[in-house]
């Protein structure tokens, strides 16, 4: 049992993910066409409908399915496993997981699939910044009890740029639990999602502003 526990997001927390969906849609233009690009991202977001995260290489299997005579569309992976993370982590990602262990345990606590999810991790440096304290879920909010088996605390800190999380940890961890809301990425700055949730216990307009953060 641990006093404080940090439970930390990637995509669009401490990882540009946007960024990283831009570099892929120009890949895939620019490589395989617009008409691809368009098939591809559709089939993408209507994985997210369904999985709640980007399924990156599941679209791309559904897409493969669709153009089964087009080989060169296995260069697709090679772009999506090679990717350089590193280079996508927001300004002073690595030393705010740093700052935060300074105070209680740091774990990183994700949504994404059982492949891709874990390579952007371990790629990016965030894995190892954490000391392989990771867990990747379908959906997160729903893995409380077995996040709580794994890393048992007296109090959590719960780090995510989605609203809709911060709103259900809450609403099962209470006073247990405090959330913070870095405004980064797409979700963070919907005006129906705003509009939609209360607002989480701490906001931060960067990741890089909870170096400030002393409990």
């Not at 379908?138 to 077995?146: A, G, N, P, T, W």
Request: proline share 3%; glycine share 4%; charged share 25%.
């Amino acid at each position: 049992m641990h006093n404080l526990a940090f439970l930390v997001d990637v995509d669009n927390t401490l990882l540009d993910n946007d960024w990283i969906e831009r570099d892929l849609k120009d890949h895939l233009e620019r490589n395989f066409g617009l008409d691809a690009c368009k098939r591809y991202w559709t089939i993408l977001e209507d994985l997210r409908g369904e999985l709640g995260y980007a399924d990156f290489l599941g679209a791309l299997q559904r897409y493969r399915l669709e153009r089964v005579n087009e080989p060169r569309l296995l260069l697709m992976s090679s772009f999506l496993v090679d990717y350089p993370f590193a280079d996508r982590l927001y300004p002073k990602a690595l030393q705010v997981l740093r700052h935060l262990s300074t105070m209680g345990l740091v774990v990183i606590v994700s949504d994404g699939d059982a492949v891709f999810q874990p390579r952007k991790v371990d790629r990016s440096g965030i894995w190892a910044a954490v000391e392989g304290r990771v867990l990747i879920y379908v959906h997160k909010e729903e893995m409380l009890d077995d996040i709580e088996h794994h890393y048992s605390a007296t109090r959590y800190v719960f780090i995510d740029d989605k609203l809709r999380l911060l709103t259900a940890v809450k609403k099962v961890w209470g006073d247990r639990v405090t959330t913070i809301f870095p405004r980064q990425g797409h979700y963070a700055h919907d005006p129906e999602v705003l509009r939609t949730y209360p607002a989480a216990d701490i906001t931060v307009a960067h990741i890089a502003e909870l170096l400030n953060y002393v409990v």
